[in-house]
């Protein structure tokens, strides 16, 4: 390093503290990038590469401008990179050698807050992971809106799920975490986000982490109870403070919560239901959150999109969000008069961190003054509609007057886009700018008149006064007039081919009268604008309550616009066992039919007789619409929603499952028949009485006895020992015969018809079986060649014909003997007693003969426990 020069040792030295982002090293208009950086850079960004002596050898270089910056740091960050932007923090006319240059701040996916690099109605979410899987903890922070999210978990496959929720930008991991190879490549394949182990030498003490957190959350630092939370706000904290390198005075509140008090959809039921983005394509458009999605503020639509990420459990929570649907719905001029009032409600959670971060110009504050000024009419509309739901969502409106009115008198009504060029504060606001002005009026005003005097004295009528930035104000007078100019009238200054230009002292001296009080107004304009954006500043809490309020009526008043015009009912959400659609409807896929065409189905479904049902019928004739509708339908309740249907009866639902389609999960890498597996896993180890699982076409992915060997043992199980309310759809006839045997099991099936030898797909759900198979229909319908279809229908007969001999043979494979029913819990207090002592037995201690002995007895035991009826 030696050679280089010493802005080139100035530059490496930088670098090495900033190893996993591009550095920008301000050079004069320029942000430069050298070594590999430059080489990088340039092809990502596609601009040329260059070099530049460096003392010892020629160093590579490339470049962008300053003034267009933001655009190239955009498309690194949207690659996943980061970008550490180094400026110059020296005048660099006072600076004695290299002029001093500091890294003021890294950008990374996840810390962005530049209006431009964000999407509208997404959040952009950090998230930390920390602990050692089993007792971990999620911080989730969102630097350009002010949120910060926390909870506690247990198990790494939780923590993932959870985080999914938050759809990540990035993804910090620490702690034991972080050393597991296997969870940090999974987290990034399956959270699709920049994911950084967290060196734990960069991080600081403990004491010192801890003093930051009660620093930075003052209220609610207390809330970390344990030492995963500590360690997950900590770290997160650490790296936004490495990272932005400023007081981060918008993000002062932690929400802590429990995953227990919401649905827990892990990410397959996430994506399986479409819930905000489609399988095909992973678009928005065609997504439940789309259909539902008629907010008209960005703040609704990021929090419509958490609510539908976290349906809630609590009742008295879902009924007050009903209530104030129910209101807006019973009162569409009402809800007309609401949306339009917040149309006209600018992101004030953006805003405020662009406040806070000392980036607002004066488009946002005036931006921010016009949203303010909307609140009060906003308040009254819903007071005077009498509905206490929305009194009361009105009274915790805080419309923030004092600081609309702080804008309104501050700052002109358009201002520039800059805040360092003038032009932004008002007349009358500052009595030392008002003077300012007044001189620079007043100068402008006497050179202005100028030219009409000295035309008049000279009698030279094309005698001109001008500007250029060279020479500053001047007297043109043209060649051909010169001999009409009294000697010694003006001083020369610059000859022209056919124009003298001349200047006078008493111009020079008004035009630094001028110049001198446009440099200081506009100094003082840009420290009036700062000193207005601090004492906005200080208001952020209060601007974020409203903000959080405006988003939750924008939700609100948006469900009710949806469920009126899609004609939805409010569902009765209980405590209970019963689940009751009459006349169900699959949200989207209606919307996206015809109108009249979809048709609507029933459920019915509880614990006791109703626990599964099993789903027959062919392919294509609505089994999966059915059971999706289902789910749908239960999560819109959940959210406080009003759903397609007729009539709903609502039971709280603590986790849906699902294992639908044959989509592949190709970015996970792993088969489709091992991901069927591994979401029936799921569903079979961690429902609960009170979950909702859908399987569908379980066993589809394997060969067909192996199948439907595996499906019959999953209803099975299903119903013996998990308890939860199951739709089952199968194409495996088979299995209707389990009717019998289980005694909650039902068997319904999508009804078809035949017409004129054709299939006829009715999409009607109704009781029992279904009775043969339409394969050969729909293929016929799909136009095979008639051939292939006579001879499947011969084959057929055949197959039917060989099942019926076998039937009633010995060897009949699927005689549906199911297993015999047994509660929940089914291990006795003796057999738990043995594993416990077989646990505690240290078999290197002991001499090897007394290990056969202690086998012996459990083994004794364990038989004893059998003959006693397992009780
Ligand atoms: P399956 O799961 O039985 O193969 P799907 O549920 O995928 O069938 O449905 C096949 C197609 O039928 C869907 O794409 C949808 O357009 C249509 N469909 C399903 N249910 C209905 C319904 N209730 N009303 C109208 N069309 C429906």
Sequence with gaps: ????????????????????????????????????????AAEELE???????????????????????????????????????????????QAKGVVRREVVRVITPGTVIEEQMLEEKENNFLVVLAGDGHRSALAACDLSTGECHITQLEGAEDLLDEAATYHPREVLISGALARDKAFVKQSSTRLGSVVTPVDEEELPPLAEMERQLREQFPEDWSLLTSPELTWAAGVLLSYLRRTQKRTLRHLHRLHRYDVRRYMMLDDSARRNLELTTTIRGGKRQGSLLWLLDRTATAMGSRMLKRWLDKPLLDLKEILARQDAVEAFAGDPILLEEVRTRLKGIYDLERISARIAYGSANGRDLRSLCRSLQAVPSLKEKLVQSGKPVLVSLAERMDPCADVARLVEEAIVEDPPATVKEGGVIRDGYDSGLDELRRIQREGKDWIARLEEREREITGIKSLKVGYNKVFGYYIEVTKANLRHLPEGRYQRKQTLANAERFITPELKERERQVLEAEERSIALEYRLFAEVREAIAEQIPRLQALAEEVARLDVLQSFAAVSLEREYVRPSVEEGGELLIEEGRHPVVEAVMESGRYVPNDVRMDGDRRQILLITGPNMAGKSTYMRQTALIVIMAQIGCFVPAKRAVIPVVDRIFTRIGAADDLTGGRSTFMVEMAETRQALMQATPSSLILLDEVGRGTSTYDGMALAQAIVEYVHNHVRAKTLFSTHYHELTGLEESLSRLVNVHARCIEKEGKVV??????????????????????????AVISRARVILEELESRSETAATGQLNLFQFMAEPEREKGEMSAKEKQVIEDLLSWDVLRTPPLDTVQFLYELQRRLRDDEKSGGR
């Design 47 to 93: 601009i040329v590469l260059t070099s530049r002596d460096g003392g010892k050898e020629r160093v590579p270089m490339c470049g962008v401008p300053y003034h267009s910056a933001e655009t190239y740091i955009e498309r690194l960050i949207n690659k996943g990179y980061k970008v550490a932007i180094c400026e110059q923090v020296e005048d660099p006319s």
């Design 1 to 40: 390093m030696a050679n280089y020069t010493p802005m080139i040792q100035q530059y490496l030295s930088i670098k090495a503290e900033y190893p996993d982002a591009f550095l920008f090293f301000r050079l004069g208009d320029f942000y430069e990038m050298f070594f590999e950086d430059a080489k990088k």
């Design 761 to 786: 797909f009715l999409h009607r759900i109704e009781p029992g079986r279904a009775d043969r198979s339409y394969g050969i229909h729909v293929a016929e319908r799909a136009g095979l060649p008639e």
